[in-house]
Each structure stands twice: as C-alpha cells, then as structure tokens.
C-alpha cells in the first residue's frame, strides 16, 4: 500500500520561504504523475504543481516563478520548495502520487490521483 507522508509545513511571513517534504512509502518512483495540491479554507482543493515520470514539471499560474517541484528517487521523497509565499498561499498542502502516465499538469489532474498524504498546514501572514 502506497503511503505519502509529508512534512515542513509551519507559519511564515510574506515574502519567506518554505520547503515542504514527502515521503512516499511503497511508491516506485517515475511509473506516473506525482504532484502538490492545496485547499485553503472554503476552497476546492487545486494542483499547484506536477511533476511526470519523464521529470517534466508544471505549475498553477499563480505560483510558476516561485514554487519548484523535484523529488530525489533514492529517498523516495517528493519536494515542494516554496520562495516568496504570499497570504493567498495559507493552505492546507498535500501530497499525491499515482502509477497512471500524464503528459503535463493539466493531464495528470485529468486523469485523477490514487494515492493522497494526510495535509501539512501552510500559513503565511502579513
């Protein structure tokens, strides 16, 4: 059974920084899409950033320039780095994974995620 696990979250000021961790147990890296959602309060959960099996990565709009996703096969863990975070950016953050291919973000949210961590809390004051 494939269990994300993810770490780093914590309270920031606008304009600070954030790496958040997640370590996927029983999961064989580049069989398909792993990605970062958010849900902030009141909110749909979104995909703020995709990574294919192909290490091809895309990211929301709002937070391409600023958010990085990468992952380290060996540690069997997926990163998420976060730089300038603003207020919009408070957010519950989790990590999902699935064994399906996707092309890109938009293809990967499509065709859906089988795997999901428990959240780590993301809060950015002003």
């Known amino acids: 059974e494939v269990q994300p696990v993810e770490s780093g979250g914590g309270s920031v000021q606008a304009g600070g920084n954030l790496t958040l961790s997640c370590v996927l147990f029983?999961?064989?890296?580049?069989?398909?899409?792993m990605a970062w959602f958010r849900q902030a309060p009141g909110e749909e959960r979104e995909g703020v950033a995709v990574?294919?099996?192909?290490?091809?990565?895309s990211y929301k709009d709002s937070v391409k320039g600023r958010f990085t996703i990468s992952r380290d096969s060996g540690k069997n863990t997926l990163y998420l780095q976060m730089s300038a975070l603003e207020t919009d950016d408070t957010a519950v953050y989790y990590c999902?994974?699935?064994?399906?291919?996707?092309?890109?973000?938009?293809?990967?949210?499509?065709?859906?995620?089988?795997?999901w961590g428990q959240g780590t809390q993301v809060t950015v004051s002003s």
């Open positions: 999902a994974a699935t064994r399906v291919y996707g092309s890109d973000r938009i293809d990967c949210l499509r065709r859906g995620f089988g795997f």
């Open positions: 990574m294919n099996r192909d290490d091809r990565a």
């Open positions: 029983g999961y064989t890296f580049r069989t398909g899409c």
